[in-house]
């Protein structure tokens, strides 16, 4: 089954002058651009770009990072995912703490400012072996390992957790707020068509979109920074991609805590099972950032490198202002056949473009005051790791 093919719909000059002059955007209005034809897709870039200038001219950033899988056991079996396992599967395994800290520690070493990590979602629900596996290290819960790890590295390292765990509670969010800066859930859509028969999420009890809903919602009225987005091309409509923006649009508008909004395509794989669907095209792909971009005009829009290169810097042109997290030390572990670019290399094709390209921390400079007001070692961690501009200091460029 593939993602569906779009249908073409001219848009007006008008209509796209009035946007690079920086009149928002319409749901109806987004809903024509996201379709927009490639003779107006120039249009379109062009008011993307006037829009993040506005928003922050002239920088671009990325998170200097490790990435932690702390289990890729998952209770979930999202049709696109090659992370999770099952116990017994060729792969399968649950990071011991001296496994976190000698990740934890290289990625020191080369400068990381975070800690990614990214985790199965309640394996233990529905594995015995998890269950066991957590006793053995002495904890209840893989959001209990999940929270005691973020408090090691955090306490342990110069590294920032970040940590993206799946669906959480009240109690949980403020838990694990209390040892990372930020969190991470993608919405990834709110079409609840995904959940049927032979969709990408009909084996996934975790991926109800109103139950993720309630999550961000969640973090937001505790305060915490949180980081979301939506997956394109798994397949959703063009129309449902806006109607997932306008659900964190609205969230965002009630709490104002979304820290940024990753816009993640599809890439099939071999072995998963929507190994022979088509992949979103790349112009699918900049007109989808570009309409994040018009949308959310004032949120930080980020789209990853690796699954759009060798064309990645296009991307800059379509309206993003981050690259997400890069790593010089591990593997992308949810892409793994997609090598992030060498920051020597994404640096330069980024100034090429006119920007400079800047190490930020997990959590933005906007969002600080969020964490450094209070006591606390996560307040002086975060205050020790950033610049004066909220920044990282200790990342180098390349
Ligand atoms: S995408 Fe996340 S929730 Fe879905 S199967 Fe993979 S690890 Fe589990």
């Not at 992370?83 to 792969?91: C, E, N, S, V």
């Amino acid at each position: 089954m593939a993602a569906e093919h779009t249908t073409l719909i001219p848009v007006s000059h008008t209509h796209l002058d009035e946007l690079r002059s920086g009149l928002p955007l319409s749901r109806a209005l987004a809903c024509q651009l996201i379709r927009a034809g490639e003779h107006e897709l120039p249009g379109l870039l062009a008011a993307a770009v006037a829009a993040k200038q506005r928003f922050k001219p002239d920088i671009i950033t990325y998170s200097r990072k490790v990435f932690i899988p702390l289990t890729n056991l998952c209770r979930d079996y999202c049709g696109y995912c090659v992370f999770r396992r099952d116990p017994g599967d060729a792969g399968a395994h649950t990071m011991t703490p001296d496994e976190v800290m000698q990740v934890a520690r290289a990625g020191e070493k080369m400068g990381c400012t975070e800690a990614l990590f990214s985790l199965g979602d309640k394996p233990e629900l529905a594995f015995p072996e998890m269950r066991e596996t957590l006793r053995r290290l002495g904890y209840n819960s893989t959001l209990h390992y999940l929270e005691a790890m973020c408090e090691l590295v955090l306490r342990e390292t110069t590294l920032l957790p970040h940590p993206n765990p799946g669906l959480l509670s009240a109690e949980w969010i403020r838990r694990l707020a209390a040892v990372s800066p930020s969190m991470g859930l993608m919405l990834e859509t709110t079409s609840d068509a995904l959940l049927r028969p032979a969709a990408a999420h009909d084996n996934a009890p975790d991926k109800i979109p109103s139950k993720r809903l309630r999550t961000i919602e969640e973090a937001g009225k505790q305060n915490v920074p949180f980081t979301t987005g939506l997956l394109v091309g798994i397949g959703e409509t063009p129309e449902d991609r806006v109607n997932t923006l306008l659900a964190i649009r609205e969230l965002h508008l009630r709490y104002g805590h979304i820290q940024e909004v990753i816009v993640q395509n599809f890439r099939a794989k071999p072995g998963i099972p929507m190994q022979d669907w088509s992949e979103p095209t790349h112009s699918e792909m900049l007109r989808t950032v570009a309409v994040a971009r018009l949308l959310l005009p004032d949120l930080n829009i980020q789209a990853p490198p690796n699954l759009s290169a060798p064309y990645y810097d296009e991307l800059l042109g379509a309206g993003i202002n981050d690259w997400g997290g890069i790593s010089p030390l591990t593997p992308d572990f949810i892409n793994p056949e997609k090598p992030w670019p060498h920051l020597e290399e994404l640096r330069l094709r980024t100034e090429v473009k006119g920007y400079s390209l800047r190490p930020r921390l997990p959590i933005y400079p906007e969002f600080l005051p969020a964490v450094t007001a209070g006591p606390g070692l996560l307040a002086k961690k975060v205050k020790a790791a950033a610049d004066r501009e909220g920044y990282a200091w200790r990342a180098t460029a390349a």
